[in-house]
């Protein structure tokens, strides 16, 4: 079974341009999720999808992020413009909802360096 | 607020035991997780409880205390490979939001 496929693995950009990231999900997962992880830190969640529908974006800073997931399967992060600070790893992850536990499969992330 | 806290590193010789505690204070409960994840790795899943007690899993086991807010993740029989971060996660009161841990950093050696 494919696990959670992220792309890009790693993209440097300059700061104030746009960048955009992939994920797709374990096939059959209907519950997806966008986090951010600093160095050093906990994963922090940004949004988490419920099928095609954001149900909590309150951790999302809505200025500069936007998210989506437009046919319920895969789904696109993006920022723009990229601040300094956004230099992070961005991990996707999805589970099955209505599963025992709601364990939750990470894909390898995007780490991003914005300079 | 949330809060979870678990120690910043351990160190650990091969063959010995590391046990490694979270405290917890959430909105709710909905269950405890343990993650392990390797430098530059998607963080992997070891562990869940969420009722009081002990969960054995091979070389691993977690204990969960809800009354006590405290949770610890045993490693026995410790092998190189098990250098890596351990975090510890609670869902609390929102169903499928994971409240993470800055991690455990277990360095093993020889």
């Known amino acids: 079974e494919a696990g959670v496929v992220q792309s890009p693995r790693y993209k440097i950009i300059e700061k104030k341009q746009p960048v955009a990231f992939w994920c797709n999900p374990i096939s059959g997962h209907n519950t997806l999720y966008w986090y951010l992880q600093n160095l050093g830190q906990g994963p922090e969640l940004l949004i988490r999808?419920?099928?095609?529908?954001?149900?909590?974006d309150s951790q999302l800073p809505k200025d500069r992020f936007s998210a989506e997931r437009l046919k319920g399967v895969d789904s696109t992060l993006k920022i723009q413009p990229a601040e300094l600070g956004d230099s992070a790893v961005y991990l996707c992850?999805?589970?099955?909802?209505?599963?025992?536990?709601?364990?939750?499969?990470f894909g390898p992330g995007t780490r991003l360096t914005v300079t | 607020g949330q809060n979870i806290d678990q120690p910043t590193e351990m160190t650990a010789t091969e063959g010995a035991i590391v046990q490694i505690n979270c405290t917890y204070q959430?909105?709710?409960?909905?269950?405890l997780f343990w993650y392990q994840q390797h430098a530059g790795e998607a963080p992997t899943f070891l562990s869940y409880n969420v009722l009081d007690g002990l969960e054995e899993k091979g070389r691993f086991s977690s204990f969960l205390s809800r009354s006590k807010g405290y949770s610890y993740l045993l490693l026995k029989e410790l092998q190189m490979k098990d250098s890596a971060s351990y975090l510890c996660?609670?869902?609390?009161?929102?169903?499928?939001?994971?409240?993470f841990g800055a991690g455990t950093q277990v360095v093993v050696t020889p």
């Open positions: 992850a999805s589970s099955l909802q209505g599963g025992l536990s709601h364990e939750q499969y």
């Open positions: 996660a609670v869902m609390g009161d929102s169903w499928g939001k994971l409240q």
């Open positions: 999808y419920e099928n095609e529908e954001a149900v909590d």
């Open positions: 959430t909105s709710g409960f909905n269950g």
